[in-house]
């Protein structure tokens, strides 16, 4: 392609404000000298060094003239949106006969901004920041649009003047209002007057919202964007409910060995994470050595998860200092579906914290630097791969419950570098089958498949560090009973013989078998219930009648 080749962009907002007449009416010259006029939405065509040379197009592939059926979808939503247009100028044509009794005052100006605009205006004081309705959601206002709808306020006092047939303390106050000062008090006295709090905001748990519409994941019922909906996110693809995905589900036989069990698992389980529902309190995490697909699998998915997927470091949900400002979980309110990656060896989860993060009515407090502190009740999965797992310490159900190891055993022999740009392209066919996966959990829950049962079983073996001495020590014994004491001085022995250098201190000790054993105490001491010792020669088996605690007479 040259540079005089034509390709077909979208317009993007804010780009153009410099040049942008009073209708809205943009032009810029072409690479030939000869203007390109346009409107903010449009979609056009122009030449392609236009396109690459500079910001504010996006470029649309295919162009919409090689697709017929492309081509009259534009057609048609380029029709309703220059109607819109006509209609906004007509609204404000109307507005400019009321504001123009408004106070000539900061005060007045503010409510000039809350009549033109302020439908599409929300302001969350906690986060000091605000929201814009883009059509599609509302959107965090990280371009400034709503100073350039307070300099639009201001420029159409002129109108007002005219409305009130040539009012010269209007056109006065025109002149004066744009300035800088009084642009940043219209905005910032609007603040209060469409104020919104973060627990109202993606409030509704059964709704997920695309960029063409809003799921209703109760009924499956798709519809158009409301406001009072208050979404601020968006799916990365459309909702396309005939949508495919063939290649997907060939990668998933491929990485999963055809175990279909496992990948229903799986479908189920990221369909699940559609939802805010967190009342299975679970954890997946994904274990494999590497080339197994674990990534690719995880990627995909947080793009079709679009702004609902977060990605969050792995060390945040490790042991660490952590002050309380926490804004690695502050980042995460609102999501559903968060990826973590490889944390590095020897790290330890922080199990408290997972507790708190997948339980289905815990909230956790956190606020973002220098903002205030705020509350909300997590909605979202953690998925979290890696080559190394995390020690968890705690050998309670409290936290196993919780964790569902998949295994990703295998390693992938010929690895296509496209395969992700592939998947991409089934985006929509991918949410499909992740709805699937949700109606099937609503029928049959998570199901967890045997893989999934063992290898998390193995893991919390590998975790229990009592679990071999355990075995070769001990007997399950409903009338036995050994003082903490005598345990642990076996427990010493049984170090020395299997040479551990670092043996657990007696407080540790008691303190892990206590997860698996009654501790009591009398006068003569404390002591476990329900075990007694093996015979033990070759550990120090002397005075054995002192190593065991005769249970009371009754």
Known sequence: MNGTDEVTVRVLPGFFDEVKDEDGTIQIAGPDGKPIVFHEGDVIKIPSITATGGKGFEIIE????????????????????????????????????YCKDLPLS?????????????????????????????????????????????????????DEAHAAGGSSDLYKWAGTSQSHPRINAMAALTQ????????????????????????????????????????????????????????????????????????????????????TDT?????????????????????????????????????SFCQQRHDNVRNDLAALKGARYVTANEAGKNKRLDEELIKQLTGATDTISCRF???????????????????????????????????KLIPFNYRVKKIDKNLPEKLLKELPGIVNWMCEGLREYHVVGLKEPDVVKIATEEYKIEQDRLYDFREKVLIEDPSGVV??????????????????????GKNAFSNEMAEKYVRDRDSTGRYFKGITLKAQPSLNSENQKLQIKEPDAK
């Not at 049984?494 to 670092?502: G, L, T, V």
Request: contains cysteine; charged residues 30%.
């Open 62 to 97: 295919p162009a919409v003239d090689t697709d017929e059926e492309a081509a009259l979808k534009w057609a048609d939503e380029e029709i309703a949106r220059i109607e819109a247009r006509k209609a906004e100028r007509d609204r404000q044509d109307r507005l400019s006969g």
């Open 106 to 158: 900061d005060v007045g100006n503010a409510e000039r901004l809350v009549k033109r605009y302020g439908q599409n205006l929300l302001y969350c004081h906690p986060w000091k920041k605000w929201y814009v309705w883009d059509e599609t959601r509302w959107a965090p206002d990280d371009t400034g649009k709503i100073m350039r709808l307070a300099k639009d306020t201001a420029m159409r006092i002129g």
């Open 192 to 275: 209060s007057e469409v104020p919104v709090l973060p627990a109202a905001l993606d409030a509704n748990p059964n709704l997920i919202n695309f960029p063409n519409g809003t799921l209703e994941l109760d009924t499956f019922t798709f519809r158009e964007h409301k406001r009072e909906d208050r979404c601020t996110k968006a799916m990365g693809c459309e909702y396309l409910p005939d949508a495919t995905c063939p290649q997907w589900e060939t990668f998933l036989n491929e990485i999963f060995e055809r175990n279909t069990d496992l990948i229903k698992f799986v479908q189920r389980a990221l369909g699940y994470s559609l939802t």
């Open 279 to 315: 009342k299975e309190r679970a954890i997946f995490l994904c274990h494999g050595m590497g080339a197994n697909g674990k990534s690719t699998l995880l990627n995909t998915v947080a793009t079709a998860m679009g702004e609902y997927a977060k990605q969050a470091e792995a060390n």
């Open 369 to 403: 630097l220098f903002q205030e502190m705020f509350e909300y009740r997590p909605q979202f999965k953690i998925w979290w791969a890696f080559n190394h797992k995390p020690e968890i310490r705690d050998g309670t159900l409290s936290i196993w419950d919780r964790v």
């Open 483 to 504: 003082f903490v004491s005598v345990l642990y001085k076996e427990y010493l022995d049984y170090c020395e013989i299997i040479n551990e250098k670092k043996p657990m």
